[in-house]
Each structure stands twice: as C-alpha cells, then as structure tokens.
C-alpha cells in the first residue's frame, strides 16, 4: 500500500479526484494526510473522506528555511511514500525537495519546459500558441523544471481565457496525478528512474 501526503493550496479539486479515484481496496494507495500552507477550502475534501489535514501557515515563520522545516517535520510524522503537489502554490527549497524527492511529485497547467510558474495559463495565452497542456513531473530545485513523468496536450480555442482553459487542462492534470501515483503503487513507474 502506496502512502502519500498531498499539499494543497486551493480548492483542491486533484484532491478530491484522487481521493475518489482511490476509494476501493482494490486499489493500493492510501492518502494519510492532506496539508495546505495556509486555510485552503479542499482541506473539507480530506475530511470528508476522513484524511486527517494540517496547516503550516508561511505567515507564522520568520523566513521561507524555518516554514519549510516545519512542513518537513510535519510531513515526516506521517512516514508517507510519496509526496503529491496538487495545486500547491509556494516554491520550496533544497532541503526540503531533497529530503523527498524524487518521491516529490507536482502538477503544472502547461507543456513543460513551456511556461513554467505559477501564472502557465495566462502566460499561454498571452504568447498565442495553439496548444498546451498538463504536465506531472518529479520535483527538483528548478522551478517546474524536473523530470517529466506524462504530458497531455490540450487544444487552446478560440475566445478562451484563463479560467475556461485552465479548467479543460485541470481534465488532464486531474487523470495523470491518478494515473502516476496508481502507477508509482503498482510498480509500473519507478520515479528514481525517471
């Protein structure tokens, strides 16, 4: 049985597609904890679904090093397997991403290396191309720049703007966070390997 912690901080819409998708025996992976770095309305998925949740506020730490310790300790207490950005929207540092990866996985809202950062959709649309996409990737201390695990393309259509976008890659971005950690649980992906 696949463990894993999922950070979130949104509405957690991943989340609760996951959270779902994993709802049988039959599949092996089990969430044991959800946290956010601040209040987040998706930690109501987790509790719905009787995951225990945390927050580790950013506010609340003189520096990024000393916020992303206590992430760290936090996430530790649960001993998890993998480690699952689902729209989590703070950059860590390296000794954080260090101590997981690569069982540090991340979501992002485009076709890397194209558009990396947290404004991909909107940066998308701002360059004119025609298509995008989802990408999940093992984390490293680059900015959306680790190794890519799955891609899919999303067609840009006319008249678009950020939020009917972003909501036909969140689709995609939804299935291949599934579709990676079944596959980590199952042994068909070896993210060390990646």
Not at 37 to 62: I, K, Q
Request: hydrophobic content about 45%; glycine content about 8%.
């Amino acid at each position: 049985m696949l463990s894993v912690v999922v950070l979130i901080s949104g509405t957690g819409s991943n989340l609760l597609a996951l959270l779902k998708a994993i709802d049988s025996p039959l599949v092996p992976v089990r969430v044991v904890a959800v946290g956010s770095d601040g209040p987040a309305p998706g930690l109501a998925h987790a509790d719905l679904y009787g995951v225990p949740t945390f927050v580790v506020e950013r506010s609340m730490f003189p520096d990024r090093e000393s916020w992303a310790k206590r992430l760290q300790e936090t996430i530790e207490g649960y001993s998890p397997d993998l480690v699952a950005l689902a729209g989590f929207m703070k950059i860590l540092p390296p000794a954080f991403i260090k101590r997981f990866s690569p069982n540090l996985i991340n979501i992002h809202a485009s076709l890397l290396p194209l558009f990396p950062g947290a404004h991909a959709v909107r940066d998308t649309l701002d360059a004119g191309v025609t298509e995008t996409g989802a990408t999940i990737h093992v984390v490293d201390e680059g900015i959306d720049t680790g190794p890519v695990i799955f891609q899919r393309t999303v067609q840009v259509m006319p008249g678009d703007d950020v939020a009917t976008l972003h909501e036909r890659i969140k689709v995609h971005e939804r299935e291949l966070l599934i579709e990676t950690i079944i596959g980590v649980a199952e042994n068909r992906i070896d993210l060390a390997s990646i």
